[in-house]
């Protein structure tokens, strides 16, 4: 008597949960999946802004259609993201999937995007390889040989002539680190380390020690967002500065979100990055007013801006497609897409399904007394290098 | 209810809540993970009285053995399962004596040192393991060549489920045979458990490479269910999480891994899609709550209420 007492309990359970997975059929969901805690909140803090704030000025009626965004957080571990994803289409059944703050966290999602023909739009992860792992990737972030390609080019025709690589080991770093030592080595430089940090818990001194004591021209950094300010203090500490080795990079080390905290040591690092905050352009300007203003006084960064225009790309996709989900056709209308994004004029490029942008050499200089990446040099419409060459 | 009755309740909840709750297939099959490696834990723990803060490391190397089968051409699960867990069970046997030695506090650190260099090695192996990208290019052969493995984790679920409950079966026979009884002598007091002729050294030998071999399994499972492996199933969180669940359920009767895998799994999920921002913060309170209150006085409770409502219901309905 008492079990079926038991049993009838969880039933009734089962279908109060199971009405309430009803949905109406004039909404589109968005799964936004992205590390919200962990070692890289802040690229979730950042893409999750943005997409709200392109909402609530977009509005969340596209084609007839009420867009719903259902944000879940994957800590950064692969098989969570993996898991969340498969939820997302299974249960909640979402016309896209979107986020993805690292490399492997997208490489684990896309045999779902492929199975379930979802699009996926990356909006942050940076290795030149993720678009290749299924039809239904589309990328709004950047890859690392398009960063590092101007950097490279910047670096040879400036006087440098050894430059010591340190990157972070995982894909984006080894993009990067294969990028600059071809292209730089190519324009007569040499790369005499290569040094790799491991992604969780890096300690960077004693990496640090061994590129000082290579004494070159320049240090060229990559390491994901978040981790460029613990890269500064131990550059500063090792007196990496005072031997007169500079610092280059991608824009990641000298991230806009947290740049302004790093201090005078940063002053004068070259990056080659495609978004920078202080970006002169009156997009940019009317974005980073109202995002600060949306996010309690944060700056915006590459990430959020990854975020914004993937949330430009699914609604500009559903207007196309007159409001139909099917992932195909979604995809289909995705491909050749060109914008004016607040980091200048970008597009999707019909043949890689990859992002087509600007990329800018930048200074950190003091403006207004905060640190900024202020941009010298432009390299326009780079495709990504490592597909080129394909 | 006696306590056998306990354990049938208990199991065909477990084989029924997939049933009433589709939509949760994948969750659930985190759990069953997830339990599976509590129930490893809890026979090193709970039993022979050995702490780990490395057991992540023998979960690793069976995701890892079962991904890269399947990689190279074994993708039968079953068969796949059981080599990976015979791998870990190696390792497992391995490192024991470096376990042997030594107080709670060097075993701790014995236990995540073995997991660490093993983290290591993967990251630095990436040729093979794919570092911290993860292993690309896992994919599974159907189960016992009939079901697949489907975007909704039915087949997932099922494989779980069933393998968490053989095993677990096997582990219950383990820990009420002569061999148990002895493990908890030495748990007790080794000293007097050699005096009166326990091999206390071969018998912990046994156990930590027996449960080796299930952290393995539970690896085993988890890459074979996602088709994917990466650095993380190697990862010091997951030693600790691991030792969290048995905080929640408790240690010592098998079922406190199982159930404090569920417990920890569904406040995760359940805080996670409340404030995606802040759920590791309520994870934190309800584990100090916990501690504070303590178990066996929640427990206690819960047992109290239920009598009660047990009460009334019989003097409503004499059956």
């Known amino acids: 008597m008492r079990r079926r007492a038991v049993l009838g309990a969880i039933g009734s359970v089962a279908l109060a949960l199971a009405s309430g997975g009803a949905f109406a059929q004039d909404t589109v969901k968005v799964g936004l999946i992205l590390p919200m805690t962990g070692p890289f909140a802040s690229t979730g803090r950042q893409i999750e802004a943005a997409v709200k704030l392109y909402m609530a000025q977009h509005g969340t009626t596209v084609a007839g259609k009420k867009i719903e965004l259902i944000v879940k957080d994957d800590t950064g571990v692969a098989d969570v993201t993996k898991r969340l994803a498969q939820e997302l289409v299974v249960n909640d059944k979402v016309a896209f999937l979107a986020g993805f703050g690292l490399t492997p966290l997208a490489l684990a999602t896309a045999p779902i995007a492929t199975e379930a023909k979802v699009p996926q739009i990356i909006m942050a992860a940076g290795t030149s390889i993720i678009t290749e792992r299924s039809p239904f990737i589309v990328r709004t972030s950047f890859t690392l040989p398009q960063n590092t390609l101007p950097i490279a080019d910047w670096a040879a025709k400036n006087g440098l002539k050894k430059v010591v690589t340190l990157v972070t080991d995982f894909g984006p770093g080894l993009d990067a680190e294969k990028t600059f030592e071809e292209l730089f080595t190519k324009a007569g430089g040499t790369v005499p380390e290569k040094l790799r940090v491991p992604l969780r818990n890096p300690d960077f001194a004693p990496f640090l020690q061994r590129a000082a004591d290579a004494k070159p021209d320049a240090l060229f950094v990559f390491v994901p967002s978040g981790a460029g300010s613990a890269v500064m203090k131990q550059f500063a500490e090792r007196g990496l500065d005072k031997a007169g080795i500079k610092l280059i990079g991608t824009g990641d080390v000298t991230d806009d979100d947290i740049l302004n905290d790093m201090g005078d040591v940063a002053l004068g690092a070259i990056t080659s990055h495609h978004y920078s905050t202080a970006h002169n352009s009156p997009e940019n300007k009317a974005f980073v007013e109202a995002f600060r203003k949306a996010a309690g006084g944060m700056r915006p960064n590459f990430m959020a801006v990854g975020g914004w225009d993937g949330m430009h790309l699914i609604y500009q996709a559903l207007t196309k497609t007159a409001g139909k989900t099917d992932g195909e056709a979604l995809v289909a209308a995705m491909k050749g897409m060109a914008w004016t994004s607040p980091r200048g004029p970008i597009s999707i490029d019909p043949a890689t399904r990859e992002i087509v942008q600007n990329v800018y050499v930048r200074k950190v200089e003091r403006v207004d007394g905060q640190l900024f990446n202020v941009e010298f040099a432009t390299f326009e419409a780079v495709k990504d290098p490592a597909k080129a060459a394909k | ?319």
């Open chain 2, 1 to 319: 209810m006696t306590s056998r009755h306990w354990e049938w309740v208990f199991w065909i909840a477990a084989i029924a809540i997939p049933l009433l709750f589709p939509s949760k297939l994948l969750l659930i099959n985190e759990i069953a993970i997830l339990a599976l490696f509590a129930l490893s834990l809890d026979l090193l723990l709970g039993y022979a009285g050995i702490v780990s803060l490395g057991h992540a490391a023998f979960f690793g190397v069976g995701a890892y053995a079962a991904g890269l089968l399947a990689k190279h051409g074994l993708t039968e699960p079953v068969s796949g399962l059981l080599l990976a867990s015979a791998a870990a069970a190696v390792i497992g046997f391995l490192s024991s004596f470096l376990v042997l030695r030594g107080s709670d506090l060097t075993r701790l650190m014995v236990t995540m040192g073995v997991a660490l260099m093993l983290l290591e090695v993967a990251n630095r192996f990436d040729t093979i393991t794919g570092g911290a990208d993860g292993l690309q290019g896992v994919t599974m052969g159907p189960l016992l060549g009939l079901f697949r493995f489907d975007l909704y984790g039915r087949t997932a679920c099922a494989y779980s489920l069933t393998t968490l409950l053989v095993l677990f079966l096997v582990a219950r026979r383990i820990v009420r045979s002569p061999f148990g009884l002895s493990l908890r002598a030495i748990k007790g007091n080794r000293l007097r458990a050699t005096a009166v002729g326990v091999p206390a050294d071969a018998r912990l030998v046994t156990v930590y490479t027996i449960a080796a071999a299930y952290a393995g399994a539970a690896g085993a499972l988890l890459a074979q269910t996602t088709q994917f492996v990466s650095l993380d199933v190697l990862d010091f969180h997951r030693s600790a999480d691991v030792l969290l669940v048995l905080v929640l359920g408790g240690s010592g009767y098998l079922y406190g891994g199982l159930i404090g895998a569920a417990i920890f799994k569904l406040m995760q999920d359940g805080l996670a899609a409340w404030t995606p921002q802040y759920w590791q913060f309520w994870i934190g309170l309800v584990l100090v709550l916990i501690v504070m209150i303590g178990r066996e006085r929640l427990s206690a409770g819960a047992r109290r209420i239920w009598a009660r409502l047990a009460r009334q219901h019989a003097g409503e309905q004499p059956s």
